[in-house]
């Protein structure tokens, strides 16, 4: 009896979805920072055994859009809710199912099992966290509740074997040596984003979009052109950094970490370009692989 489905991972911002992904993977798949949104498109990373594959889905955080950008964003998570065999709604020990509460109320009313993770109990204590499951399970009665902490590991193999036992029996949708739904230039620009998210503050990460130009493999390295896209003169100038220093320290990180998910030697060159209209413009959203 083998059994295969999509599990599908959604939740608020900064709950813990992409760090909880890729815990169960076992591949860094989801770029993961503090700040909001760090997650844009919807990122499948797939785990087989003899017995099952299961094609998990981490999505964007749900929010309220302002802009187009936005919208594509919430249209993967909407996305993910109906084609899942399985919904893992990831929450936190902060936050009480009060936050974006229509997507609560879809979970009662969801054909497919849903499995809530309460993340992050390494930061609160026993007495909480028993509350906080209580009102889940109240709040989506049909729901299996489960404690877990994804940053520290802690009982991911409860995760595990309750997404297991709720998989439909079905042939596997992938070939076994399939561990992901994306290619090598998404990561290289997914690498080179969450560089930009940990090095610049404010409205700057939230204006950039990367889009890898040149991506040549050769028998010794990886030579991989990028541009990452502003929306004013203002922003450039910060990216780049006096003497192009803040732009250096963003290259030499992001070829550290594409060395080490490459296994080769990576040449990396990055340019600054501004696109003021890119987060609104449907071509534009299109071309970065967010409009379908």
């Not at 399970?137 to 940053?151: G, M, R, T």
């Not at 010794?220 to 896209?229: F, H, K, Q, T």
């Not at 040449?267 to 209209?277: E, N, Q, R, S, W």
Request: glycine share 6%.
């Amino acid at each position: 009896m083998f059994k295969s489905g999509f599990v599908n991972i959604i939740g608020n911002p900064n709950v813990g979805k992409s760090t909880l992904m890729n815990a169960m993977v076992g591949e860094k798949l989801s770029i993961v920072t503090a700040k909001v949104q760090t997650t844009r498109h919807r990122i499948m990373g797939i785990v087989n055994t003899d017995d099952y594959q299961i094609v998990y889905s981490d999505t964007p955080g749900i929010l309220k859009p302002n802009y187009r950008l936005q919208q594509d964003m919430v249209n993967f998570v909407d996305a993910a809710i109906g084609d899942a065999d399985v919904i893992l709604y990831v929450t936190d020990t902060v936050e009480t199912g009060d936050k974006n509460s229509e997507y609560v109320d879809k979970l009662s009313k969801l054909d497919c099992p849903v499995i809530i993770v309460v993340n992050k109990i390494d930061i609160s204590n026993q007495p909480k966290v028993l509350e906080l499951m209580a009102r889940w399970k109240q709040l989506v009665p049909k729901a299996e509740v489960i404690p877990a902490s994804a940053q520290e590991r802690f009982n991911l193999d409860a995760i595990l074997s309750t997404v297991v036992e709720k998989l439909p029996e079905a042939p596997a949708w992938y070939d076994r040596d399939t561990f992901t739904d994306k290619n090598l230039r998404f990561f290289a620009s997914e690498i080179i984003r969450e560089k930009i998210l940990l090095n610049y503050k404010e409205e700057i990460p939230y204006c950039c979009q990367v889009e890898i130009e040149q991506f040549r493999e050769g028998e010794e390295r990886y030579d991989i052109g990028a541009i990452i896209y502003v929306m004013r003169e203002s922003q450039k100038g910060i990216v780049i950094g006096r003497g192009g220093a803040s732009l250096k320290k963003v290259g030499t990180q992001a070829r550290i970490d594409m060395e080490d998910f490459f296994q080769k030697k990576v040449f990396l060159t990055l340019l600054v370009k501004v696109d003021a209209d890119w987060r609104e413009n449907k071509r534009e959203l299109r071309k970065f692989g967010y409009e379908e």
